[in-house]
Each structure stands twice: as C-alpha cells, then as structure tokens.
C-alpha cells in the first residue's frame, strides 16, 4: 500500500512545473536545490512514476507529471481556501443590499450563498426592486449596498460591468416584422417612455403596446410566449430570442452601467466584504462593448 501523497511535495511540484528548473524552484520556494530535487525524488517514488524529464530549457512535465497537474493545483487550491475561511476573522451584524430584479436570479444568488456560508453570523437583508426605489431607500440609510442602473452617466459610484439594454424579439414568431410592431413595457415607467420609446421614435418604427409588467420577468414571458417584442438587458435574453441589431434597423437602447452604490453616512467590514464579492460575481459579464 503506497503512502498518501503530502502537500507540501504538491506544492514543491507545482512551482517546478511553473519555472520548468529545479534552481529557479528552489528559489522561489526558499529552499535549497537539492532539498526541491528530493521532494520531487520523494513524490515519484510515492506515486511510482517519473514526474519530469530534462528538454532544451529546464525540466518538463512526463505524461504522468501532466496527468498529476490538474489534480494537484485542486488539492492546493482547496487546502489554501480553507486557511483562508479558517483564518478570516468572524463577521457579524446586519448588511442590506438592493438588487434589480434582472440579476436576482443569475448574477447574485451565488455571490449571496458564498457569503452566507462565510460569514454565517451575518444577516443579510435583500431588497429586489427598481434603481429609483433602491437609490432613494439607500440614502434613507435603509440601504448598506444597492446595484443600480445608470443610463446616463447620473449614479456615482463603482461601475461593476456594462449591460445594454436591447430589443429583443421571438426567434420563432418574428413579431418584429409587424407593422405596427407590438411591444412589451414597463408600466408607468419613465425610463421606457425617455429611452425604449423614444429609440423607436428615433428610427421612425411604428409600434403598439400590446403587454404591460412590472418586472423584467413579465417582458421575458412576454417575448417568449410571442405576445411582444420587448427592452431586456443584452445578458438576460431568454433562449429562443435574439437581439435585433443594426442589421435589422435597431440599435441598442442604452449603456446600462451597472453600478455598485454605498450607503453614505456609514458601513461596516461585513458590508465591504460583501462588496467584493458582488464584485467578483459580476467579472463574467465584464466590459461589453456596444455593436
């Protein structure tokens, strides 16, 4: 029965992997070159294969060193975020973010989960509603964390990545080739009325509103069951619909920053830490840019 595989002979590995010489190794670890060459000598021996073999510029990988390569950086990336929980200091009391309803069931619940299972003793509190709403309960100090929409460069704060707003339509039932085209809206929102209605005024489209919601998931509903064309989010469109681009005669409706407010009077390391993580979680949307 072979002897368990130490950690410290991963981690040895991995940086000779990295620097493909034993020397440079040993000086990145702090350690002396043979001390670097008896650890891999140990760690072949434990696994009963050569690890490395000499090239033209240092030492590679053996097709059994590739095959430990993935495996290793899993044990060491799990060994380093358990310090990590293990090490971070204990948060608690109250965090109170606001979130549009688009990313309520996408973006944030994982960042929301990872936080929770963290920092347990934290009561977060989630506050699903529209930018206005979310911007004025944040500087009612009812608010710790809000991301908002910015359509107009009008929101200070950190920009966590840009979504644009675009028409969206039915790639089965084509609603936009009607005349008028029928549309799905916000109901009593100033937003569609100096934004989505006025890029179809801009390129002289006609159109009736044929559907009224008060979420986005009421104008996802809508543009897939083929009720409406409608304004979605360029991340949030459902399958079985497409974008309308320039070549269809539309252009984007807005920028849609998607900003990450403050609460202004005061804040707390539970709520900077929440912070990065809301951060962190919006990275794959990244910096869109408009075509």
């Avoid at 944030?108 to 911007?135: K, M, Q």
Wanted: contains cysteine; glycine residues 6%.
């Amino acid at each position: 029965m072979r002897q368990p595989i130490e950690s410290d002979l991963l981690r040895t590995f991995l940086v000779v992997v990295e620097t493909s010489n034993f020397s440079s190794a040993a000086q990145a670890i702090g350690r002396t070159q043979s001390a670097v060459s008896a650890q891999i000598k140990k760690l072949e021996e434990t696994i009963g294969e050569t690890l490395f073999e000499r090239g033209a510029r240092g030492v590679v990988p053996t097709r059994w060193g590739l095959q430990l390569l993935p495996y290793a950086q899993r044990v060491i990336d799990l060994l380093d975020e358990a310090a990590a929980t293990i090490r971070t200091k204990e948060l608690d009391g109250p965090v109170r973010i606001g979130i549009p309803e688009e990313y309520s069931q996408t973006v944030l619940p994982a960042a929301l989960a990872a936080f929770a299972v963290r920092h347990p003793a934290v009561e977060v509190t989630v506050s699903c509603d529209y930018t206005v709403r979310n911007l004025a309960a944040l500087e009612r100090d009812e608010l710790d964390l809000a991301v908002v929409f910015d359509w107009g460069n009008q929101s200070s704060g950190e920009v966590l990545c840009i979504d644009p707003t675009v028409w969206v339509t039915s790639q089965v039932h084509r609603l936009h080739d009607l005349d008028p085209m029928p549309i799905a809206i916000y109901r009593n929102s100033n937003w569609c009325r100096d934004f989505a209605l006025r890029s179809l005024d801009q390129i002289g489209r006609r159109y009736r509103i044929a559907f009224i919601a008060d979420t986005s998931s009421g104008l996802q509903n809508a543009v897939v069951a083929g009720l409406a064309v409608t304004t979605l989010s360029r991340s949030h469109i459902p399958p079985g619909c497409r974008e309308l681009t320039a070549d269809d005669g539309f252009a984007p409706v807005d920028t849609s920053k998607v900003v990450l407010r403050r609460n202004p009077y005061h804040s707390t390391e539970a709520v900077r830490e929440l912070a990065d993580m809301v951060r962190d979680a919006f990275k794959p949307i990244g910096y869109q840019a408009l075509v």
